[in-house]
């Protein structure tokens, strides 16, 4: 059975940083990616990494500030995230999916979720 299991969210000022961790037990997956969604908003694609070249994808809000990685022995992957903004705030997901095709941004083609984890930046 799969379970992702997220950690790392919390409450952080304006310009600061967290670090996200998804841990993946059950199997390996093609694909792991990050998405948001914030109250009242739709959920959003933030960043995703490719296990068979470790190719790596960006929203353009986040591109620079955020960098997604993963750790092939642990099964997980991580979200660094600095240069925090207030309006990153929002409950983050991990998902994960068995296909090496389709597109890693769209979250219909992920096959499993994480429970999320809130990150709030206080301006």
């Known amino acids: 059975q799969v379970q992702l299991v997220e950690s790392g969210g919390g409450l952080v000022q304006a310009g600061g940083s967290l670090r996200l961790s998804c841990a993946a037990s059950?199997?390996?997956?093609?694909?792991y990616g990050w998405f948001r969604q914030a109250p009242g908003k739709e959920r959003e694609f933030v960043a995703a990494?490719?296990?068979?070249?470790?190719?790596?994808y960006y929203a353009d809000s986040v591109k620079g500030r955020f960098t997604i990685s993963r750790d092939n022995a642990k099964n997980t992957v991580y979200l660094q995230m600095n240069s925090l903004k207030p309006e990153d705030t929002a409950v983050y997901y991990c998902?994960?999916?068995?296909?090496?095709?389709?597109?890693?941004?769209?979250?219909?083609?992920?096959?499993?979720w994480g429970q999320g984890t809130q990150v709030t930046v206080s301006s």
């Open positions: 998902a994960v999916k068995y296909v090496p095709f389709g597109s890693v941004f769209a979250a219909t083609t992920y096959d499993y």
């Open positions: 990494i490719r296990r068979i070249d470790d190719n790596t």
């Open positions: 059950g199997r390996t997956f093609s694909s």
